[in-house]
């Protein structure tokens, strides 16, 4: 068998045959290394070589890369012939690691990096991203989309949304670094929302469908929930860091595994979502039980939705409340489960009615 192989700039064909490494170049140059007296080094910068050097005229010596003929001049009793092998073969596994680490940081940092930011308890993220910063870039992210929204500046109905909000702040202090502010959107869809930096949207369909002022209020507590624990920023920063994983997944591996782990990340979004919501849920009890609202509107609101969701037409119809805070039976529990633990609750007037938002959301 032979292999290519070259001699100074000559290339050619390298041969063993019996005791000897027999070299024939292309133009006919024929050089012959007695196997006894043969030496194996290794070398090279981008690849794996082999030089098989005369050990009593050095500048005899020819260049393989293929490891096959230096396994066999193993076999034939070469001293360093299997060193050189695994020489060589451990040089690969370096320059494999090489390319690898970089990119296992860059995914670390990209990837795992802001799902660990995005867990750390609200008083490290206050330390991290004070909420005035995240304020500045919430309004800057809230002023680009307001037309979307369909938000309406200035509409009769937002004071009375903003006095349910300044109450439940003024008897939940820990809210005042966040400075909450509410804003109405003439959307019909179901829904409410919460920004970065403190900023919350209610969508008239949400005061329509309320069947209680407690209810409204329950919406709002829960929103303040992802105000405090700041659910938005976390969820930008795993975002951002997932984007960058995928892109360097695309570089390095192709879309086909880019897709695949974004699937799987899109499955643990989901479980971190529903943790994101059973944390807002439990914020939002306590905002109403200190500020004396009854949580039965909280509970009410999500059974109906959840009760309604049942039927193809009530998903269509509240798809977008739906989407953005799944209702699950646990959650139910979780929320009857607290209400059965309250001890002589005496729940106080609500600031504004119902009847009043309605007319005035209608304006």
């Not at 300044?166 to 670094?177: G, I, S, Y």
Request: net charge positive.
């Amino acid at each position: 068998m032979k292999w290519p192989a070259l001699y100074g700039r000559q290339s050619g064909e390298l041969e063993i045959t019996g005791q000897t490494v027999r070299f024939q170049s292309e133009n006919g140059m024929d050089i012959e290394i007695q196997i006894r007296e043969l030496m194996i080094e290794t070398g090279g910068t981008n690849s794996n070589l082999y030089y098989l050097r005369d050990r009593y005229q050095p500048s005899l010596s020819i260049t393989v890369q293929d490891p096959a003929p230096i396994k066999i001049l193993a076999r034939k009793g070469v001293a360093n012939a299997g060193s050189a092998v695994g020489k060589a073969r451990w040089k690969l596994s370096f320059r494999f690691l090489r390319w690898v680490l970089p990119v296992a940081v860059v995914l670390a940092v990209f990837f795992l990096l802001p799902y660990v930011l995005s867990a750390l308890p609200s008083s490290w993220m206050d330390v991290l991203v004070p909420p005035q910063y995240e304020r500045v870039a919430g309004i800057k992210i809230f002023e680009l989309y307001k037309p979307s929204l369909h938000v309406s500046e200035n509409h009769p109905v937002q004071p009375k949304l903003q006095a349910i909000v300044d109450h439940l702040v003024e008897r939940n202090p820990q809210l005042k670094a966040h400075s909450p502010k509410i804003y109405f959107s003439s959307s019909e869809a179901v829904n409410a929302f919460a920004l970065a930096g403190g900023i919350i949207v209610c969508n008239r369909g949400l005061i329509q469908k309320a069947g209680s002022i407690n209810e409204v209020i329950g919406v709002i507590g829960h929103e303040l929930g992802h105000v405090e624990e700041r659910h938005v920023t976390r969820s930008l920063v795993s975002s951002l860091g997932i984007a960058g994983a995928y892109l360097v997944l695309s570089v390095f591996t192709g879309s086909d595994l880019a897709t695949l782990l974004g699937q799987a990340s899109n499955l643990l979004g989901l479980k971190y979502s529903r943790t994101q919501e059973a944390s807002a849920d439990d914020r939002g009890f306590e905002y109403l039980v200190r500020s004396k609202i009854s949580p039965l509107g909280m509970r009410d609101f999500f059974k109906r939705l959840h009760d309604e969701s049942r039927s193809t037409a009530a998903i269509e119809k509240h798809l977008s409340f739906l989407s953005s805070h799944p209702v699950h039976e646990e959650r139910l529990y979780r929320i009857a489960y607290r209400l059965g633990q309250l001890k002589g609750f005496e729940p106080e007037a609500a600031p504004v009615s119902l009847a009043e938002l309605k007319v005035l959301a209608d304006q």
